[in-house]
């Protein structure tokens, strides 16, 4: 009896974690994604764990080998849109999911194509215990790294990259705004999401420097886990050029705005 009680108690009061994921053509990464977080989900205690797959109705049936897994597991999800509507407003529209529907507490986005480990889930979920509200997976700090065997160019583009965005923004907290392993609790989305969604040029690589940014503005608690990024060996990459153009521009907006300001 007692024990039920605890039991029950602890249910009730017990944190939500969904785990949102994009896809488009991941019918290689999937399943191996799912079954590999509900593995780590067994190490993380105290937060009730669910998956949220995004899917735009990828050509290649992604959408279908999930609908099958959410037979198996209770706790996964599948929010499906009828065409590509891109990785900006994917994550919009997960997080809302997440945060409205589902009623989650903290949300946690990563990549389906396995560059981002699942089994790091657990050092997010710690930093969000211990008070922090926006959570980074840094590949530029110490224990963080990137594929060695990116070409010369863009390892240039991403390491320097990073370096002008924390100077041009004027933040020093962070020291990787485009990676897209995060973690962000639901006051952080509240606030953060209005000042961006308006905003249909900012999306990708763009919508994460965007929003970290607001995320600092806004005087979050901010930290940062390590993480080594891994190529895919599955799928083929949706990362496109956009994001030469949109960052400068985000950048140098950002820039004026504080010269007018002072
Ligand atoms: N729903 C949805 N997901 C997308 C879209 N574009 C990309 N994704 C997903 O977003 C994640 C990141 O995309 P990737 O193509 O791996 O881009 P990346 O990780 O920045 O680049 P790579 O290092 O080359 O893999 C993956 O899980 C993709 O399947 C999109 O338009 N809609
Ligand atoms: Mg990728």
Redesign the pocket.
């Known amino acids: 009896m007692y024990f039920t009680l605890i039991l029950a108690l602890d249910i009730l009061f017990r944190m939500k974690l969904v785990v949102v ?6 019918k290689g990464n999937v399943e191996n994604l799912i079954n590999s977080l509900e593995a780590v989900f067994l190490k993380i205690s105290g937060w009730d764990k669910n998956i949220l797959i ?3 109705n990828s050509p290649d049936g992604t959408a279908k080998i999930v609908e099958q897994l959410s037979k198996e597991y209770k706790n996964v999800h599948l929010l499906l849109h009828r065409k ?4 900006g407003a ?1 994550y919009l529209a997960g997080m809302k999911e997440a945060f409205g529907k589902l009623r989650a507490d903290a949300v946690i986005v990563m ?3 396995l ?1 981002h480990s699942p089994l790091y889930l657990p050092m997010f979920v710690d930093q969000i215990n211990k008070g922090s509200d926006f959570v980074v997976g840094s590949r530029y700090i110490k224990g963080g790294a990137i594929p060695k065997n990116w070409g010369l160019h863009r390892k240039f583009l991403s390491y320097f990259g990073n370096k002008t965005t924390s100077f041009l923004v004027g933040k020093k907290n962070l020291n990787d705004w485009t990676s ?1 392993y995060r973690a962000i609790k639901k006051e952080v989305y509240e606030k953060v999401v209005p000042q961006i969604e308006g905003n249909k040029r900012f999306r990708g690589y763009t919508f994460n420097i965007s929003f970290a940014y607001h995320v600092c503005e806004s005087g979050f608690t901010t930290s940062q886990v390590p993480i080594k990024f891994t ?2 060996t599955q799928g083929k ?3 496109g050029l956009e994001y030469l153009f949109h960052t400068p521009i985000f950048l140098i907006h950002i820039r004026l705005n504080k010269l007018f300001k002072v």
């Open positions: 994921v994009p896809t488009y053509n991941e995004v899917d735009d590509k509507s891109g990785l994917a990549d389906a194509d560059s897209g190529d895919r990459s949706k990362l």
